[in-house]
């Protein structure tokens, strides 16, 4: 029997603990070697004029099919089979558009441009390929390599049964925090090698067909379920402790408000200066759908993809993962930001999200 969900976090928080660490990992070496900028810090050192910086999953959303010498970007998005950020990342410095000198129409949509990598963004191209394998290789070292060989194997038998369009990362969440399912024709992909697939891709692949199995059930995306209302007691929560107790951005929270005030699910409450959120009864009804629905889920995926699969992922993600706060798990030895980025200037989390808030802002797992 699989442990029960009363003693260990769910397994959707459990890959979402795996997949927000690996990326603030990579993130923090990008913006440890990566000349840029940010809008609060302004450029790094010797870096004036360099990109706005951005999160590991505009890698594989976005630059890993941009060329130099040029791809259409419906093209880009067939490949990524999720949709990027378009307009960001031409203003953040990334990317160029111009005419397929091929098409000879007046206005052509942008989907038909071309989009070229600018010099800034072929040395973010050059630098995030390698950072992929380079923090997998962290992983290895810090956790011991056959942890992260049974990590891989659990995560692949699951991943070689679902559907072969899912992206290999998240997709930036739509309006109010839902998913964006996979693009193209569905197809099965039972026997597909996945072998070779980067760690974060296979946990994003997993997580996602989790959310998105979720969210065809529930009136509440599961980024908001797990995130805000997860942590509203019963005589409310303040509103300024949502990031620390979600783990999560103001920025993220706040979009996550507007949803649930404006859906019915929540009211704000204001005293004096303390603003508290307050679950409606449609609020407590998705709070207690949420938690159905995970137990649901994982019960339907056990005989799914077989007990032996998931006792298997559910462990190993619980040795690596452990609770997913500062004190209880091991992920958080590898989150220390250098001294000069931007993550060593804001307050440390305490927790990591239980789902990440991948968003339009250039993707950070955590909203910010």
Request: include cysteine.
């Given at each position: 029997?699989?442990?029960?969900?009363?003693?260990r976090?769910?397994?959707?928080a459990?890959l979402s603990?795996?997949?927000?660490?690996f990326?603030?990992?990579?993130?923090?070496?990008s913006?440890?070697?990566?000349?840029?900028?940010?809008?609060?810090?302004?450029?790094s050192a010797?870096a004036?004029?360099?990109?706005?910086?951005v999160?590991?999953v505009?890698?594989f959303?976005?630059m890993?099919?941009?060329?130099?010498?040029?791809i259409?970007a419906?093209?880009?998005?067939?490949?990524?089979?999720t949709r990027?950020n378009?307009?960001?990342m031409?203003?953040?410095?990334?990317?160029?558009?111009e005419l397929?000198?091929?098409?000879?129409?007046p206005k052509?949509?942008?989907?038909?441009?071309?989009?070229?990598?600018?010099?800034?963004?072929?040395?973010?191209?050059?630098?995030?390929?390698?950072?992929?394998?380079?923090?997998?290789?962290?992983?290895?070292?810090?956790?011991?390599?056959?942890?992260?060989?049974?990590?891989?194997s659990?995560?692949?038998?699951?991943?070689?049964?679902?559907?072969?369009?899912?992206?290999?990362?998240?997709?930036?969440?739509?309006?109010?925090?839902?998913n964006?399912?996979?693009?193209?024709q569905k197809?099965?992909?039972?026997?597909?090698?996945?072998?070779s697939?980067?760690?974060p891709a296979l946990?994003a692949?997993?997580?996602?067909?989790?959310?998105?199995?979720?969210?065809?059930?529930?009136?509440?995306s599961l980024?908001i379920?797990?995130?805000?209302?997860r942590?509203?007691?019963?005589?409310g929560?303040?509103?300024?402790?949502l990031p620390?107790?979600?783990?999560?951005?103001?920025?993220a929270?706040a979009?996550?408000l507007?949803f649930?005030t404006?859906?019915?699910?929540?009211?704000?409450?204001?005293?004096?200066?303390?603003k508290?959120?307050?679950?409606?009864?449609?609020?407590?009804?998705?709070h207690?759908?949420?938690?159905?629905?995970?137990?649901?889920?994982?019960?339907?995926?056990?005989?799914?993809?077989g007990?032996k699969?998931?006792?298997?992922?559910?462990?190993?993600?619980?040795?690596?993962?452990?609770?997913?706060?500062?004190?209880?798990?091991?992920?958080?030895?590898g989150?220390?930001?250098?001294?000069?980025?931007w993550?060593?200037?804001?307050?440390k989390?305490?927790t990591?999200?239980?789902?990440?808030?991948?968003l339009h802002?250039?993707g950070?797992?955590?909203g910010s």
């Amino acid at each position: 029997m699989m442990q029960s969900m009363a003693t260990r976090p769910p397994l959707a928080a459990l890959l979402s603990f795996a997949l927000v660490a690996f990326t603030i990992e990579f993130d923090n070496e990008s913006d440890h070697r990566l000349p840029h900028r940010t809008t609060k810090y302004g450029p790094s050192a010797g870096a004036s004029g360099g990109p706005w910086l951005v999160s590991m999953v505009m890698w594989f959303n976005c630059m890993r099919f941009v060329t130099e010498e040029g791809i259409a970007a419906r093209e880009v998005e067939r490949l990524a089979r999720t949709r990027t950020n378009w307009d960001g990342m031409r203003r953040w410095g990334y990317v160029f558009f111009e005419l397929d000198p091929a098409d000879k129409r007046p206005k052509p949509p942008q989907s038909a441009l071309l989009v070229r990598a600018t010099a800034k963004g072929r040395m973010a191209q050059k630098l995030w390929a390698a950072l992929i394998p380079a923090v997998e290789e962290r992983w290895r070292k810090r956790f011991g390599g056959a942890m992260i060989d049974s990590l891989r194997s659990a995560l692949a038998a699951v991943v070689s049964q679902l559907d072969a369009n899912l992206p290999d990362c998240l997709p930036i969440l739509k309006f109010g925090l839902v998913n964006d399912g996979p693009k193209g024709q569905k197809s099965a992909s039972v026997g597909t090698d996945v072998s070779s697939l980067p760690l974060p891709a296979l946990l994003a692949k997993v997580l996602l067909a989790f959310a998105l199995e979720f969210e065809r059930e529930s009136d509440v995306s599961l980024a908001i379920c797990a995130d805000v209302l997860r942590v509203v007691d019963e005589k409310g929560t303040p509103v300024r402790d949502l990031p620390m107790l979600g783990g999560i951005s103001k920025e993220a929270v706040a979009m996550a408000l507007s949803f649930l005030t404006k859906r019915g699910f929540a009211r704000v409450q204001t005293a004096g200066r303390v603003k508290t959120l307050l679950l409606t009864s449609a609020g407590v009804q998705a709070h207690a759908d949420y938690l159905r629905l995970l137990k649901a889920i994982e019960k339907c995926w056990v005989t799914r993809y077989g007990a032996k699969t998931m006792q298997g992922l559910s462990d190993v993600l619980e040795r690596i993962a452990g609770d997913g706060t500062a004190e209880g798990s091991p992920l958080f030895q590898g989150l220390e930001p250098y001294p000069e980025g931007w993550r060593a200037k804001v307050r440390k989390p305490d927790t990591l999200p239980h789902y990440p808030m991948m968003l339009h802002r250039g993707g950070y797992p955590d909203g910010s």
